[in-house]
């Protein structure tokens, strides 16, 4: 137990569906973090916040949309997806990314299978 | 975006071995992480390292932030079966780098 969670835990949708992953942090961080995870490559940043702010967007394409509510929540909107968009999507959180101590707690993902 | 180059990609190793793998990196980081992943888990952090030389232990694991700041290693001492998983560096300049993994399985 890292103290992030993440739901589901498994997602298949289809194409044309609209779905949303969540990402809770009980650790009292200040910024948090989506990454994808695809097999045999490393894990790929797609968007930071710190203290609500999105502060990083890795050229990430549209149909993938953040938002963060608070400081303990975060949200992946996903709307016609792609099939190699299909990976294991992890959420993560630190402290504040101006922090020296600033190492990141990982949730369990979700993994997600688009057909 | 920088890249970690990690070895070995895998290792299959006898239970009460030790084993050793290393992250290497063309650039400078302030901070070395090691992570461990399970299957169908996130990764968990197993030691964090922040100053170069620095040598940290966590139980049977001990990790190595290099004097050049541009490497890590971490050796397992007598590995057991849970040890099993696929083991990530990661490096902090601004952003967090990963390494793309070693896969270590230990046979009985």
């Known amino acids: 137990e890292t103290g992030v969670t993440q739901t589901p835990r498994h997602l298949v949708m289809g194409m044309t569906n609209k779905k949303s992953l969540k990402c809770e942090q009980h650790?009292?961080?200040?910024?948090m973090y989506w990454y994808k995870q695809s097999a045999k490559k490393p894990l790929e940043l797609m968007f930071v916040?710190?203290?609500?702010?999105?502060?990083e967007n890795n050229s990430v394409p549209s149909r993938f949309s953040p938002e963060c509510p608070n400081s303990s929540h975060l949200f992946l909107h996903l709307h016609t997806l792609q099939p190699e968009d299909s990976a294991l999507y992890l959420c993560?959180?630190?402290?504040?990314?101006?922090?020296?101590?600033?190492?990141?707690?990982f949730g369990p993902g979700t993994r997600l299978t688009v057909l | 975006g920088q890249q970690l180059n990690q070895s070995p990609q895998s290792m299959f190793i006898q239970e009460g071995e030790d084993v050793s793998m290393n992250c290497t990196s063309s650039?400078?980081?302030?901070?070395w992480l090691w992570y461990k992943q399970e299957p169908g888990e996130g990764p968990v952090l197993l030691i964090a390292?922040?100053?170069?030389?620095e040598l940290t232990s966590n139980g049977r694991l001990t990790a190595q932030f290099g004097i050049t700041r541009k490497d890590s290693f971490l050796n397992i001492s007598a590995s057991i079966p849970s040890d099993v998983g696929i083991y990530f560096c990661?490096?902090?300049?601004?952003?967090?780098?990963f390494g793309t993994g070693t896969s270590l399985t230990v046979i009985p």
């Open positions: 993560a959180s630190s402290q504040d990314r101006g922090y020296v101590y600033n190492e990141q707690f």
């Open positions: 650790l009292g961080h200040n910024a």
């Open positions: 916040y710190n203290f609500k702010e999105q502060t």
């Open positions: 650039s400078i980081f302030n901070t």
């Open positions: 390292l922040y100053k170069a030389g």
């Open positions: 990661a490096g902090q300049s601004r952003e967090f780098y």
